[in-house]
């Protein structure tokens, strides 16, 4: 599983890292960088936007949850819950599903229907994982193996998913994936696998043979050979990187108003968008250009096709309801639900009404 979020004070470290700005009694300066540890998605994140990595992990402003991040958390648990219990003999698909039900994260979902849907592909996975898997297990070494590693004074935190043990007594990484799809030329290429190989070289005292990402939707995993030392010096300078501007308190925004800032929770306060871009982001009424109008009612579109479909869903268990019960209407705590039809016309429709409003 991909270590989502992971960057705080080292245990026993200083509870408040920004204190360490000052001098010390001794009049040493103490680097504002100590005590704090790196993981591969903060690295990513401040290398993405410094001002976004400070908004996270300095000033502890939460974010809004994520659909991806509770469908990701809860299908790796369900995996967790296999590898864990495969000493004893490999677990039955009911107890995997049970397991997975009973671990299912539910904040993040935009609609009922949405947290079905992602819900059933979950279990479709669980389902496809034990059938294909289940008889080839008996090389797991390690599940959820968690590291922290110093990297020229830099710590470094992660947890690996799984680590085999090959034929020839080496290792074989894998970090399972949900979402869209890839193929090996990202393996090749992508730096959390190269972090997990210096860590599991360090920690492990053996040798990598290959690393690999798996697409659980399709069930499909991609393997290459080990990343070369080349690979390994440029992640390990990264890192440095990194560390070196968030020890000299480089947080200055790196705006993509058409990207990812899209899609940023902290628009509203970043310094990036002050004046008319403020208020366009606090009142998207304001447009900047008719590229970014068409991408606003693209998402609008999307949302309001969704929130249709959700809307006949609950208007088909209501009227079921109402037409049992031959009840005219329908008292909620704020709303009221009555039964309509046009004149001349056999159809009916249901529509709500705020309690309290004159008709
Ligand atoms: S809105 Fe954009 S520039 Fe500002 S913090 Fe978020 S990602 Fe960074």
Same mark, same amino acid.
């Given at each position: 599983m991909t270590q989502?979020?992971? /960057?705080?004070?080292?245990?026993?470290?200083?509870?408040?890292?920004?204190?360490?700005?000052? *001098?010390?009694?001794? @009049?040493?300066k103490i680097s504002w960088y100590k005590g704090r540890v790196l993981s591969h998605s903060s690295i990513v994140l401040y290398r993405t936007c410094p001002q976004k990595w400070k908004f996270?992990?300095? /000033?502890?402003?939460?974010? %809004?949850?994520?659909?991806?991040? !509770?469908? &990701?958390?809860?299908? $790796?648990?369900?995996? *967790?819950f296999l590898f864990a219990n495969i000493v004893g003999g490999v677990p039955t698909l009911e107890e995997l599903l049970a397991n997975f039900r009973a671990g299912w994260l539910r904040e993040g979902y935009e609609s009922?229907?949405? *947290?079905k849907w992602f819900f059933q592909e @979950?279990? +479709?996975?669980?389902? @496809?994982?034990?059938? %294909?898997?289940?008889?080839?297990? %008996?090389?797991?070494?390690?599940v959820e193996f968690k590291f922290t590693i110093d990297i020229d &004074?830099?710590? =470094?935190?992660?947890?690996?998913? +799984?680590?085999?043990?090959?034929? !020839? @007594?080496?290792?074989?990484l894998l970090d399972y994936k949900t979402g869209k799809g890839f193929d090996k030329v990202r393996v090749r290429q992508e730096p959390q696998l190269t972090l997990y190989q210096i860590a599991a070289k360090k920690l492990l005292g053996k040798e990598v043979e290959t690393v690999g990402l798996y697409h659980l939707n399709t069930l499909t995993a991609h393997v290459v050979p080990a990343h070369g030392p080349a690979q390994e010096e440029e992640v390990k300078a990264v890192i440095l990187q990194a560390a070196q501007g968030i020890n000299d308190q480089k947080f200055e925004p790196k705006p993509e108003p058409a990207?990812?800032?899209?899609?940023?929770?902290?628009?509203?306060?970043?310094?990036?968008?002050t004046g008319r871009e403020a208020l366009r982001r606090a009142d998207s009424n304001v447009p900047d250009s008719l590229g970014e109008l068409a991408d606003r009612l693209g998402r609008l579109d999307a949302k309001l096709q969704e929130l249709l479909k959700e809307r006949r869903a609950v208007e088909?268990?209501?009227? &079921? $309801?109402?037409?049992?019960?031959?009840?005219?209407? =329908?008292? &909620? %705590? $704020?709303?009221?639900v009555f039964h309509r039809k046009e004149e001349g016309s056999e159809e009916s429709y249901l529509e709500s009404k705020p309690k309290g409003d004159p008709d």
């Open positions: 989502l979020t992971f /960057d705080g004070a080292i245990e026993n470290g200083p509870a408040n890292p920004r204190e360490l700005t000052e *001098e010390s009694a001794a @009049g040493a996270r992990y300095v /000033d502890k402003i939460p974010e %809004k949850p994520r659909s991806y991040f !509770s469908f &990701g958390k809860s299908v $790796h648990a369900g995996l *967790e009922p229907q949405q *947290e @979950g279990e +479709r996975i669980m389902r @496809g994982f034990y059938a %294909k898997h289940r008889a080839d297990l %008996k090389n797991v070494f390690q &004074g830099i710590p =470094v935190t992660g947890f690996i998913d +799984r680590i085999d043990t090959t034929p !020839s @007594g080496n290792l074989a990207g990812y800032c899209q899609w940023c929770d902290y628009g509203q306060i970043c310094p990036a968008f088909k268990t209501l009227k &079921g $309801h109402i037409e049992d019960k031959k009840a005219p209407q =329908v008292e &909620g %705590k $704020h709303f009221s």
